[in-house]
């Protein structure tokens, strides 16, 4: 089994893990997760551990007399698979008493991720919330805090970069009620993290009000930008993201036009998520028309989350991703489009998409 077949098998059918090793991975949040870090054949991906097709995965763990991990399918050893250690930053906190990882987290091995503001005008309400979310769900834990100021990021990224080695950081926000749909906030907290450390930055945010935001945002020092439409049949959005589907896919493509004028050709993103019910065709045909405008589509394969109404809701299969990344790697490759020209963000990650290793693959 190749790479590519491995990576994207993990991510769609899981791991299942007897005991908990390397770092915690990510329960509940915002955007994907249940998931956690792992390196198969020097790749670092998220795969899922704490979902219910992970807890059925054909894919275990053992230790060997060497004490190294070895990745299994059934009785067969795949792989050698290694864990990231708990990040350094983990350690420390604020001088008002937070951890600094309720402030933000590592992903993958190098990537600095938060979410600003921890709640979203659209979350409580079933009527309106995206049926995939578990935005609260760490809040209410107590895992995290409802807003992070922008002096607390700057100083956490700070010590991630300073001893942590971490390279670049995405700040993802829950939509609040203002028209700027969190851009004004996210300007405040770039702002705040540029003037204390050199960090590329991602920020994520729906389309707002006025496009001018993304010239106030990159002024900030936000090197590149997200907004995920997740889905693109407006039957499909309509059932599984009720608000966010009052915004219509025609806007996030006036807002995907005007910010890569601003940020400029591949480092403006969009999450898809493959397995919520757009077919095949559909996500090659949105991917085709964000490729020719300059925006990197980021297919990820769905996972369930615990305690979302989706939670029972099966992932994609493995040939359905494997045909879909080979066609947007074929679209990738022929526009000169790659996740390592992105400056930050998912996209540059990589690590929840198998996606980065067939941009080199044309599409037959």
Known sequence: ??????????????????????????????????????????????????????????????ID?????????????????AFPHQPKFYGLTTADGIPYWKIALLHSHDVLATTVLQTCMRYSDAATSCQFCA??????AGRTIARKTPAQLAEVAEAAVRLDDVKHMVMTSGTPNASDRGAAYLTECARAIKNQVSLPIQAQCEPPDDFLWFDRL?????????????????????????????????????????????????????????????????LLTACDRLVAIGVYPFVVPFVPISGTPLANHAPPTSDFMLALYQQVGGMLNRAGLSSNDIKAGCAKCGACSALSTFEEVVSC
Do not use: W
């Not at 005991?19 to 998931?35: L, N, V, W, Y």
């Not at 007399?65 to 698979?81: F, K, Q, S």
């Open 135 to 140: 935005i609260g769900q760490s809040l209410e």
């Open 1 to 62: 089994m190749n790479k590519q077949q491995l990576i994207t098998d993990l991510q769609t059918q899981g791991l299942r893990l007897v005991q908990e090793m390397g770092a915690s991975g990510r329960k509940g949040g915002a955007g994907p997760s249940d998931h956690k870090a792992v390196t198969v054949g020097g790749t670092t991906v998220m795969v899922p551990i704490y979902t219910g097709s992970a807890a059925r995965s054909p894919y275990t763990v053992t």
């Open 218 to 282: 990159r002024a900030a020092g936000v090197d590149a930008l997200g907004m995920h439409l997740e889905a693109i049949d407006p039957q499909v959005r309509a059932k599984i993201m009720p608000g966010k589907a009052t915004v219509p896919v025609d806007y996030y493509y006036e807002a995907f036009a005007a910010a890569v004028k601003v940020f400029g050709r591949g480092q403006v993103s969009t999450y898809l998520l493959a397995g919520l019910g757009d077919d095949l065709p559909t």
């Open 65 to 81: 007399d060497t004490l190294e991990p070895l990745l299994h399918y059934g009785d067969e050893v795949v792989a050698p698979i």
